[in-house]
């Protein structure tokens, strides 16, 4: 009323934080219901909200941690094993992470492709939040074209998500509406 500061609000960890339920929303609503070993990619902040909102709904046993930083990747598993006594492991390469696991957390900030459909295993469910910005990949088309495909919002994902990619390439092999997650949450679907 008076122009006088009630707040001063970190952005960041308010977005990471809303990210994580995002994500955790997502493997409620769509991932196999055992579904608990978690493959991290990426162990920044918003890796670290991911995890810990997993565990927040108890989806999480176990979590195998990549980073191309190894530091990183020590750190967050230290932290997590200490905080949430959840078991957790560093992996050499991606694709050890993701043989260990049957849920997928992307979080990185790659301008080049990650995910191959030869690297998937049955059932896999992934959650990708780093391809955030026009020209961020972190999965391949193919994978795409291959999956059910689920988004926050169908005119983001083409722009500025996860589809941003290949969609500005013409890599999907249909260029359609996907089913938003809200939809999922009201049974629309």
């Known amino acids: 009323k008076n122009g006088q500061l009630l707040s001063l609000m970190d952005s960041g960890l308010i977005t990471a934080m809303r ?6 929303i997502g493997v409620e609503s769509l991932a196999n219901p055992q579904a608990n070993r ?11 909200w991911q995890v810990r909102a997993l565990h927040s709904i108890k989806r ?7 980073d191309i930083i190894k530091q990183r990747a020590y750190e967050l598993s230290d932290r997590l094993t200490t905080e949430l006594e959840i078991p957790t492991s560093i992996t050499s390469s991606i ?11 992307l979080t990185t ?7 191959s459909t030869n690297m998937l295993k049955p059932g896999l469910h992934i959650n990708a939040f780093g391809a955030d910005q026009p020209g961020k990949v972190e999965i391949e088309a193919e994978v795409f074209n291959q999956s059910l495909v689920v988004v ?3 005119n983001l994902a083409l722009t500025d998500g996860s589809l941003n990619v290949a969609h500005t390439n013409r ?19």
């Open 152 to 154: 926050d919002d169908n």
């Open 19 to 24: 990210t994580g339920a995002a994500g955790a």
């Open 60 to 66: 999480v046993s176990y979590v195998s941690v990549y």
């Open 38 to 48: 978690v493959a991290l990619i990426g162990a920044g902040v918003q890796g670290e």
């Open 171 to 189: 890599q999907l092999s249909h260029q359609k509406t996907w089913l938003e997650i809200g939809e999922i949450i009201a049974d629309k679907s």
């Open 95 to 105: 694709e050890e992470a993701i043989q260990q696991s049957d849920i997928l957390v």
């Open 109 to 115: 900030q790659s301008k080049t492709t990650l995910i």
